[in-house]
Structures are given as C-alpha cells and as structure tokens.
C-alpha cells in the first residue's frame, strides 16, 4: 500500500505545488478528531497504489496547517482535489465508497497506456513503435523528428521534414524544420550567416528555395538583434 506524503504549511509550496507540474497530485484534507477522514484514508492509499507511481498522495492535517487547508477554502472534511500544473482540477467532499473514489481518479488521471510509455522512453525504437500504435501522435512525431535532426544527416533531416508536415506549426516545429533544411552547422556558425544573407537577398523574390533557406536562417538565428533588419530588407524585396 502506497504511504502518503504529510504535508505542511511550510512544505506545501513543494510537496503539492511543484510536484503538481510532474504528477498528478492528490491531497487528502483531513483531521484526527473526523471519524469520516479515518474511513476515507486507507481507501485512498488502496486505490492510489493500484496506479504505481502515477499519482501521487498527500495528506494535510486541517489543524496544524491551516494556511494550506485555507488555501482550498475548506468548507468540510475529508476533503479532496487532485492539482495538475500547480492547478485545481476536480475534487469532492465527503467518505466516498472506493468505487467512485477509484473512477474519480480514473477520470482527473487516465492510466499511462502503451504510447505513453514508449514516449517516457525516448529512444529512437521506441517512439518509431509509439507511431505506429498511433501515428497522429504529435508528441511522438516532434520527439522522433528531433532524434532525425540532431543525427545530422541529410537522409535523417528528409525524414524529420516529412514527419513535421503532419503536425501543426508551433515555434518548437518551425525551428527544427529550420535546422532540419538548413543543418545544425548554420546555428553553430552565426558569425558566417550574414555573407549568406547577403547573397541570397537578391534571389528571394524569383527562387521560393532561396526564399525559405533566408527564412530559415532568420529563425536559427533566434534573438539576434540584426534578425529585424534582415526581414525587413527581404520585405522590401518581396513587396
């Protein structure tokens, strides 16, 4: 049976909130005197154990940590919320039977399925077989694509272009494309970039191949205080 993390004023901060972002976070609000909190606990152990470190259990005595119980604006007790990301989710209030307490957790915390563990692995197999146990899983295709493109070679990079067109464009997409057309060289060589932007500015506007390389330069370029000027000449050339 799984043993509940006690909780204090003093430790909530860390205990709840910051293993919140890691793990589902279930807290059990509770006191000695409440004969309903005693039937609740060892339920809650039961059923949170049955998920093998998949949730994790706190337990806050309402007595001697009064600014954690405030916190959830306790009305009554036993009393319990899940939090994920630092955040609330669902909760309930009272001695539920261990079926409803079992199916509530179901629900604020799905079992980790077999995609699930084969992203938590990482490794270029492993998420080459969570594709094709879901191949419109997006966590899946990024991860795989960022393997392909820190390998560095061209036919790798092909690859990763091709898997990053099935997913929608986000910053972390749109610079690993980058890298993947340009190659992992262009970030580690800055300092020789601007000659090259300089050379492909006057073919942007006829060559969409000359156009994207310009493009994609700019982003591997990041924060670089010279990038608002470059697109600024490649606006005035295209328009």
Known sequence: MTVAIDVTDASFETEILERSTQATVVVDLWAA????????GPVLEKVVSERQGEVVLTKVDVDSNPRAAATFQVQSIPAVYALRDRKVVSGF????PEG????????VAPPRGEVDELLSAGDEGSLRKALELEPANTKAIVALATLLVADGAPERSKEAITLLGR?????????????????EAAS???GEVASKLDALL???KGDPTAKQEYLDLLELMGDDPRVP?????LTSRLF
């Open 93 to 96: 209030i009272g001695a539920l």
């Open 202 to 204: 006057g073919r942007v």
């Open 33 to 40: 005197w409440c004969g309903p909190c005693r039937v609740l």
């Open 188 to 190: 580690d060589n800055l």
């Open 167 to 183: 997913v929608p464009e986000t910053a972390e997409v749109r610079h690993l494309l980058a890298q993947a057309r340009v190659g």
């Open 229 to 233: 000027e470059y697109r600024k000449a």
């Open 100 to 107: 409803r307490v079992r199916q509530w957790l179901t629900e």
